[in-house]
């Protein structure tokens, strides 16, 4: 009596490291950064080019906004690796800015 065996195909021994391969990718292009985490070099090089340009005029501006892409994007960076939400200051109660760029409450 022939008895006819049956037998799973077997997976390749390296079916495993590709899924584990391409888990790990997809799990990387999750973390990423978005594009808005990369505003602190932008914004740091409009403001310190804006402040260079008033206080020292042309070439002022252009060496402002070196130092401001630079540190902008330091302070960026060091914000996203430890994921620091930069938040502006704010005040407790509602005012206004005076002349003077003075914060008064109205009561």
């Known amino acids: 009596m ?5 037998t799973a195909a077997a997976l390749p021994a390296s079916v495993p490291f590709r899924l584990l391969f391409a888990a790990s990718l997809l ?3 999750v973390a990423l950064p978005r594009p ?3 505003q602190g070099i932008v914004r ?7 402040e260079g340009n008033r206080v ?3 070439v002022g501006g252009v060496v402002g ?4 892409a630079g540190v902008g994007g330091a302070v ?5 690796v430890f994921g620091i ?10 005012g206004y800015y005076d002349g003077y760029h003075h914060f008064h409450c109205y009561r």
Do not use: D, I, M, S
């Open 2 to 6: 022939n008895k006819a065996r049956l």
């Open 27 to 29: 799990l990387a292009l």
């Open 36 to 38: 808005g985490h990369t």
């Open 44 to 50: 740091g090089a409009q403001e310190g080019a804006y």
């Open 56 to 58: 020292a005029g042309p």
């Open 65 to 68: 906004g070196a130092v401001g």
């Open 76 to 80: 960026g960076a060091v914000e996203g």
């Open 85 to 94: 939400p930069h938040h502006g200051w704010r005040h407790r109660c509602r």
